[in-house]
């Protein structure tokens, strides 16, 4: 019988799974516009993106990218200076790219991104997820990112976890769904999302004039939208270095 190589859960849940067999992810989503929007993404990207071996709707097939990344939210952060800034380097490269036709998680507009945000304050207070003072100073400090900006090609969900580099290089950037038109600063914040001392060397980088109060924004923006999401899906915000943790940075 042929050797079978072991299939590795990477993330699951009711909306998309991703599994690992060897040296292939296969991601199976059940939301073919967002397969769609990856594919299209890292075809037109201009940074170094995984293979896509075969697709058969609901299931995309893509290579591993060689290297290692950053770390994940929560955990310990890897890498040298020089290696955040060469994944600066990669982001400024991206967003400095002719923008897709698709408007990606990044791209929701103002009035837009004010409303769910007060929904959802709303909700995290009248179910008893966060206190209301909490709440309260982080969407005040959100208010920052609703402000006019100018479309850029976005990941939209460029975690570090996201991010691969082999030593001070980066080898790919995987996870593309959510990309399209958006706020460039939308990605920053989110790259360097509970690791606030390696914004510098990331901005360094990236090479451009950015305004931390936006970036400060959006850390608290995407932390109060994601709470209860990521709760009802089986992870745990408030983990050591997680969401509620950057909220609570905010204070």
Not at 67 to 76: D, Q
Not at 147 to 158: E, M, N, Q, S, V
Not at 200 to 211: P, T
Request: charged letters at 25%.
């Amino acid at each position: 019988m042929d050797e079978v190589e072991e299939v590795e859960v990477v993330v699951a849940h009711a909306e998309r799974a991703t599994l690992r067999v060897g040296g292939v992810f296969l991601k199976v989503d059940a939301d073919r516009a967002r397969t769609d929007a990856e594919v299209e993404a890292m075809s037109l990207a201009p940074v170094p993106t995984p293979e896509i071996l075969w697709r058969k709707p609901p299931v995309l097939a893509i290579a591993a990218v060689p290297g290692v990344t950053l770390g994940r939210l929560g955990g310990a952060a890897a890498g040298s200076p020089a290696g955040w800034a060469a994944a600066g380097a990669a982001i400024r490269k991206l967003h400095d790219a002719p923008p897709p036709p698709r408007t990606g998680r990044a791209g929701r507009s103002s009035a837009a991104l004010a409303a769910e945000l007060d929904a959802e304050c709303a909700l995290l207070v009248a179910e008893g997820v966060l206190p209301a003072d909490l709440v309260a100073r982080n969407r005040r400090v959100a208010e920052a990112a609703l402000r006019p900006w100018t479309p850029a090609f976005t990941h939209g969900d460029l975690q570090i976890a996201h991010v691969f580099l082999d030593g001070d290089e980066v080898t790919g950037i995987i996870d593309w769904s959510e990309a399209g038109r958006g706020d460039a600063l939308y990605d920053l914040a989110t790259f360097t999302l509970g690791h606030e001392e390696h914004l510098d060397d990331v901005l360094a980088g990236y090479g451009a004039d950015v305004d931390l109060d936006v970036i400060h924004a959006w850390w608290s923006a995407r932390s109060l939208l994601a709470v209860r999401w990521l709760a009802e899906h089986g992870f745990d915000p408030f983990a050591p270095g997680c969401e509620v943790d950057v909220l609570r940075s905010r204070m």
